[in-house]
């Protein structure tokens, strides 16, 4: 009992003379090396592949780590009430900018200072994350780089691949913000470019199996948003896929290699570097409210002949040569 | 000392869900599983209420609302249905996933540019982190003042009776189902209360924020009572805050020492682990004798 | 003539309903019970004893027949609200306190026995006086321990709150199921005198299940046995009076 009275008056104590420090003591003091923090959702190939290229993009403009920049990482491992604990870190060592790797990251930096830079690796859609007034002039302390994959060039890239296809279909994780965020473009999309899409979603892994059977009987061909739910049981779409002859045109890379048929896709990698330099011209002094979301517009291509070859289909000659040259092909 | 602060504030605010899930836990003496489908439950309702334009504190009085009907669900399935306690939580816990993903309609609602509890003219002019030290201090007053004063009266009595005997309780004319469905909906509204609170803090609120709620919740409470040793019941619930305090403390030094934030969970599993068995420990190794020489300075 | 308080007509009750297991506890039982009667009942295990307690406290549902008390029919009524004229005290000293209430709280629980609870405030303090000098009576130090967790008494003295706390609010019917049986000799015969006291003072209604058949020859003023679910011996008055020992084991011989 005593213990519990004693601990109540040092907690008010230590709150008094903080509160007292902390409203006499506004000036900052000054640093002599940047410091940047990272705040990183969880570990997932994707996510740390943006994280290595945002070092080697400070690198290119001049930010040796340990030599003339700081880098504070912190990796939330998923848990929301880290994101907290660890955007306050960054704000309470007074870091020059901040970089938030996935949306979540990004809302608990954005939360924690409206004053730091922050500079987005990995946002799907800034301005419907409510990140940035407007995607060109943001307008506030937040800039960034958008990891949405070139929606109208892998239309286009269906298109060309399925040129009799009547209906495409579309399946997307509905506790995946991002991934709900690219099927509303994509839907809009394919409203303007008169494509009948038809929309399945998935709540978990274990729905994929039955949800992508009852696809696959309904489509001629199906596309998967950057999505890493559907990632994660790629095995299991495609399977079902080929049994019914039905090619699956992932956003990413990586699933082509798992199985999908073809993609123009965006380097995780290539878009940290990019990341990184933003953030080195920040550093230098560029404003984030000047500076517009950078996008990919195009992607590199990526196909998948075992797939192809299964599935019957010969791809178009143009398509295998871009890959050959710029992009990958998986034999 | 600006983290020690933010630990302290964030402890105060996460502490609503230690004194609610104390209500199940300790007092109707069942694990209520319920609590992780509550909590984005009221982050959902409140970030959805406000971003339609409503009142930030209107908002928050309604996740309570929302959060007390899970509760009743689960007490019916409980009492009525004769499901399982554990079970019974756990289908209305994932019943939550479904129903918050229709309240916020995506995965991840943020409240940036909106109003919230936080953004008033008087917690702005606060120092850095005492915003939510200023609001989590007024919260837990009134809500341990309003629990305390409800289980000193003639109802809470039977509350508390209904958890220590339920043959005596019974005998005695109270109804035992209603009992215990009464606090499942209080224990409920108030992690609700809590999840709208923490949203409101974080400026947004995400379907999967109520992973690990339960462990987070019962560390307060054990903590608590670890720490401080023997009280009575209104102190007890003092010390649940404190507990909920001490916890954020400890993820602080964990932290400070290097650890990565992917060993968190383990270590919270095992420090209250360790926690919970500290009566085995004091019956073998007369721990007791240890413990005191260590914390208590009086004796 | 007393006017009969409570009237079991032709019950019945079965455990294990529409299984192989179906069993028959009460099988067509009738009793009536007059205001002012002091009831021990005895019968072998499983004679359907503690059912008929049950039957009557509405723990268990009857299958068909009666149970009227003052001639309004309370078969179907719930446990909780049988306890407004209904009290009982359980043989395990476990059953009848909150353990980690203390004894001046589960006296005021008790009080309440059958009431509305409000969100009133309970005013344990004012009360406190008056338990002290209630629970004086018992004289078995529970008046010095106020204060403590029942969880922490002896078995004795947690019987003997029980046992207060059945009477502290008048109950039309006290029910009393072995509530001595749990205890050493002593302890036992002392709440067994405390009890005769308690129910002569306030003329309480009392059925008493007991095992000691010296018990149930002592007290009381009236003796039935139980076998295979039906009253098969009643006596009351001087014929009870009359009763030895010997008299009850030939009685207990003949229907084995």
């Given at each position: 009992?005593?213990?519990?009275y004693?601990?109540?008056a040092?907690l008010?104590?230590?709150?008094?003379?903080?509160?007292?420090?902390?409203?006499?003591?506004?000036?900052a003091?000054?640093?002599?090396?940047?410091?940047v923090?990272?705040?990183?959702?969880?570990?997932?190939?994707?996510?740390?592949a943006?994280?290595?290229?945002?070092?080697h993009?400070?690198?290119?403009e001049?930010?040796?780590?340990?030599k003339?920049?700081?880098?504070?990482?912190?990796?939330?491992?998923?848990?929301?009430?880290?994101?907290?604990?660890?955007s306050?870190?960054f704000?309470?060592?007074d870091?020059?900018?901040?970089?938030?790797?996935?949306?979540?990251?990004?809302q608990?930096?954005?939360?924690?200072s409206?004053?730091?830079?922050?500079?987005?690796?990995?946002?799907?859609?800034?301005?419907g994350?409510h990140?940035?007034?407007?995607?060109t002039?943001?307008?506030?302390?937040?800039?960034?780089?958008?990891?949405?994959?070139?929606?109208?060039?892998?239309?286009?890239?269906?298109?060309?691949?399925?040129?009799?296809?009547?209906?495409?279909?579309?399946?997307?994780?509905?506790s995946?913000?991002?991934?709900?965020?690219?099927?509303?473009?994509?839907?809009a999309?394919c409203?303007?470019?008169?494509?009948?899409?038809?929309a399945?979603?998935?709540?978990?892994?274990?729905?994929?199996?039955?949800?992508?059977?009852?696809?696959?009987?309904?489509?001629?061909?199906v596309y998967?948003?950057?999505?890493?739910?559907?990632?994660?049981?790629?095995?299991?779409?495609?399977?079902?896929?080929?049994?019914?002859?039905?090619?699956?045109?992932?956003?990413?890379?990586?699933?082509?290699?798992?199985?999908?048929l073809?993609?123009?896709s965006?380097?995780?990698?290539?878009?940290g570097?990019?990341?990184?330099k933003?953030?080195?011209?920040?550093?230098?002094?560029?404003?984030?409210?000047?500076?517009?979301?950078?996008?990919?517009?195009?992607?590199?291509m990526?196909?998948n002949?075992?797939?192809?070859?299964?599935?019957?289909i010969?791809?178009?000659?143009?398509v295998?040569?871009?890959?050959k040259?710029?992009?990958?092909?998986?034999? | 000392?600006?983290?020690?602060?933010?630990?302290?504030g964030?402890?105060?605010?996460?502490?609503?869900l230690?004194?609610?899930?104390?209500l199940?836990?300790?007092?109707?003496?069942f694990?209520?599983m319920?609590v992780?489908?509550?909590?984005?439950?009221?982050?959902?309702?409140?970030?959805?209420?406000?971003?339609?334009g409503?009142?930030?504190?209107?908002?928050?009085?309604?996740?309570?609302?929302?959060?007390a009907?899970a509760?009743?669900?689960t007490g019916?399935?409980?009492?009525?249905?004769?499901?399982?306690?554990?079970?019974?939580?756990?289908?209305?816990?994932?019943?939550?996933?479904?129903?918050?993903?229709?309240?916020?309609g995506?995965?991840?609602?943020?409240?940036?540019?909106?109003?919230t509890?936080?953004?008033?003219?008087?917690?702005?002019?606060?120092?850095?982190?005492?915003?939510?030290?200023?609001?989590?201090?007024l919260?837990?007053?009134?809500?341990?003042?309003?629990?305390?004063?409800?289980?000193?009266t003639?109802?809470?009595?039977?509350?508390?009776?209904t958890g220590d005997?339920q043959?005596m309780a019974r005998?005695?004319g109270?109804?035992?189902?209603?009992?215990?469905?009464?606090?499942?909906?209080?224990?409920?509204?108030?992690i609700a209360?809590?999840?709208?609170?923490?949203?409101?803090?974080?400026?947004?609120?995400?379907?999967?924020m109520g992973i690990?709620?339960?462990?987070?919740?019962?560390?307060?409470?054990?903590?608590?009572?670890?720490?401080?040793?023997?009280?009575?019941l209104?102190?007890?619930l003092?010390?649940?805050?404190?507990?909920s305090?001490l916890?954020r403390?400890?993820?602080?030094?964990?932290?400070?020492?290097?650890?990565?934030a992917?060993?968190?969970?383990?270590?919270s599993?095992?420090?209250?682990?360790?926690?919970?068995?500290?009566p085995?420990?004091?019956?073998?190794?007369?721990?007791?004798?240890?413990?005191?020489?260590?914390?208590d300075?009086?004796? | 003539?007393?006017?009969?308080?409570?009237?079991?007509?032709?019950v019945v009750?079965?455990?294990?309903?529409?299984?192989?297991?179906?069993?028959?506890?009460?099988?067509?039982?009738?009793?009536?019970?007059?205001?002012?009667?002091?009831?021990?009942?005895l019968?072998?295990?499983g004679?359907?004893?503690?059912?008929?307690?049950?039957?009557?406290?509405?723990?268990?549902?009857?299958?068909?027949?009666?149970?009227?008390?003052?001639g309004?029919?309370?078969?179907?009524?719930?446990?909780?609200k049988?306890?407004r004229?209904?009290?009982?005290?359980?043989?395990?000293?476990?059953?009848?306190?909150?353990?980690?209430?203390?004894v001046?709280?589960?006296l005021?629980?008790?009080e309440?026995?059958?009431?509305?609870r409000?969100?009133a405030?309970?005013?344990?303090?004012?009360?406190?006086?008056?338990?002290?000098?209630?629970t004086?009576?018992?004289?078995?130090?529970?008046d010095?321990?106020?204060t403590t967790?029942?969880?922490?008494?002896?078995?004795?003295?947690?019987?003997?709150?029980?046992?207060?706390?059945?009477?502290?609010?008048?109950?039309?019917?006290?029910?009393l199921?072995?509530?001595?049986?749990?205890?050493?000799?002593?302890?036992s015969?002392d709440?067994?005198?405390?009890?005769?006291?308690?129910?002569?003072e306030?003329?309480?209604?009392?059925?008493?299940?007991?095992?000691?058949?010296e018990?149930?020859?002592?007290?009381?003023?009236?003796?039935i046995?139980?076998h295979h679910?039906?009253?098969?011996?009643?006596?009351a008055?001087?014929?009870k009076?009359?009763?030895?020992?010997?008299?009850?084991?030939?009685?207990?011989?003949e229907?084995?």
């Amino acid at each position: 009992m005593k213990r519990l009275y004693g601990l109540i008056a040092i907690l008010i104590v230590f709150l008094g003379f903080a509160f007292v420090q902390e409203s006499h003591q506004e000036a900052a003091t000054t640093k002599k090396v940047p410091t940047v923090g990272i705040l990183q959702l969880l570990s997932h190939p994707a996510l740390d592949a943006i994280h290595k290229g945002i070092v080697h993009g400070l690198a290119e403009e001049g930010y040796h780590v340990g030599k003339n920049v700081k880098i504070d990482f912190q990796n939330a491992e998923n848990d929301q009430s880290n994101l907290k604990t660890m955007s306050a870190r960054f704000v309470n060592e007074d870091a020059d900018a901040m970089i938030g790797i996935a949306t979540p990251a990004a809302q608990a930096l954005a939360n924690a200072s409206s004053t730091t830079p922050i500079v987005l690796g990995a946002i799907t859609d800034p301005k419907g994350a409510h990140l940035v007034k407007s995607n060109t002039h943001p307008g506030n302390n937040v800039t960034g780089v958008s990891d949405q994959a070139p929606l109208a060039s892998q239309l286009k890239l269906i298109q060309k691949i399925m040129p009799n296809m009547k209906t495409l279909g579309i399946i997307y994780t509905s506790s995946d913000d991002s991934a709900t965020a690219q099927y509303h473009q994509f839907a809009a999309l394919c409203k303007r470019e008169h494509v009948r899409l038809k929309a399945y979603s998935i709540a978990n892994t274990n729905d994929l199996n039955q949800v992508s059977q009852q696809m696959v009987s309904q489509v001629d061909a199906v596309y998967v948003p950057t999505d890493n739910t559907v990632a994660s049981a790629m095995q299991t779409l495609v399977a079902t896929a080929t049994a019914k002859k039905v090619p699956v045109f992932p956003a990413v890379d990586t699933m082509v290699k798992a199985g999908g048929l073809a993609t123009l896709s965006i380097n995780q990698y290539k878009l940290g570097v990019t990341t990184g330099k933003m953030t080195a011209a920040i550093l230098k002094g560029k404003k984030p409210a000047d500076t517009p979301i950078h996008f990919v517009r195009k992607g590199e291509m990526t196909i998948n002949l075992k797939t192809a070859k299964k599935l019957g289909i010969t791809l178009p000659a143009s398509v295998v040569k871009e890959a050959k040259q710029h992009g990958e092909v998986y034999r | 000392m600006g983290l020690f602060v933010s630990a302290i504030g964030q402890g105060l605010l996460w502490a609503v869900l230690g004194v609610g899930l104390f209500l199940t836990f300790r007092i109707l003496d069942f694990a209520d599983m319920t609590v992780e489908g509550t909590f984005p439950l009221g982050a959902a309702t409140a970030v959805a209420a406000i971003s339609n334009g409503m009142n930030p504190l209107l908002a928050t009085l309604l996740a309570f609302a929302i959060g007390a009907i899970a509760g009743l669900m689960t007490g019916l399935l409980y009492t009525k249905g004769h499901i399982p306690i554990l079970l019974a939580g756990i289908l209305v816990m994932t019943a939550c996933y479904s129903v918050n993903l229709r309240i916020m309609g995506r995965a991840n609602v943020s409240l940036l540019g909106k109003s919230t509890l936080f953004k008033n003219h008087f917690l702005a002019s606060l120092p850095q982190y005492f915003d939510s030290v200023f609001l989590g201090t007024l919260v837990m007053v009134v809500i341990t003042g309003l629990v305390i004063y409800f289980l000193q009266t003639q109802l809470g009595q039977g509350f508390i009776a209904t958890g220590d005997n339920q043959t005596m309780a019974r005998s005695l004319g109270i109804n035992t189902d209603n009992m215990k469905i009464m606090g499942l909906m209080v224990s409920n509204g108030l992690i609700a209360f809590g999840g709208a609170l923490v949203a409101q803090n974080n400026g947004y609120a995400d379907v999967n924020m109520g992973i690990g709620i339960i462990v987070i919740a019962l560390a307060s409470i054990i903590i608590g009572e670890v720490a401080f040793g023997d009280l009575t019941l209104n102190q007890r619930l003092v010390a649940v805050t404190l507990g909920s305090i001490l916890y954020r403390f400890v993820l602080l030094i964990v932290l400070k020492l290097g650890f990565s934030a992917n060993d968190l969970n383990l270590i919270s599993s095992i420090i209250l682990a360790l926690c919970m068995m500290l009566p085995v420990f004091k019956q073998t190794l007369n721990f007791k004798h240890i413990l005191k020489r260590g914390l208590d300075t009086n004796d | 003539m007393t006017k009969p308080l409570l009237e079991l007509k032709n019950v019945v009750l079965k455990v294990n309903r529409n299984t192989p297991e179906e069993i028959m506890i009460l099988d067509h039982l009738n009793l009536t019970i007059n205001a002012g009667d002091f009831i021990t009942v005895l019968g072998s295990n499983g004679a359907g004893k503690s059912t008929l307690f049950n039957a009557i406290g509405g723990d268990l549902s009857i299958d068909s027949g009666q149970i009227l008390l003052n001639g309004k029919d309370i078969s179907h009524e719930s446990v909780e609200k049988r306890t407004r004229f209904l009290a009982r005290v359980f043989q395990d000293p476990k059953l009848g306190t909150a353990p980690r209430m203390n004894v001046a709280e589960n006296l005021l629980l008790a009080e309440r026995r059958g009431q509305r609870r409000t969100l009133a405030p309970r005013h344990l303090n004012k009360q406190l006086d008056r338990y002290k000098e209630i629970t004086a009576t018992m004289h078995n130090g529970l008046d010095e321990r106020l204060t403590t967790a029942t969880g922490n008494l002896s078995g004795g003295q947690r019987q003997a709150l029980s046992f207060l706390m059945a009477t502290l609010k008048r109950p039309e019917i006290l029910l009393l199921d072995e509530h001595t049986a749990a205890l050493d000799p002593q302890t036992s015969q002392d709440l067994m005198h405390l009890t005769n006291e308690r129910v002569q003072e306030q003329r309480l209604t009392c059925l008493m299940i007991t095992h000691h058949l010296e018990d149930a020859l002592t007290y009381g003023n009236r003796l039935i046995v139980l076998h295979h679910g039906k009253v098969t011996f009643d006596v009351a008055g001087d014929a009870k009076q009359a009763l030895t020992t010997e008299k009850l084991y030939s009685f207990f011989a003949e229907i084995e």
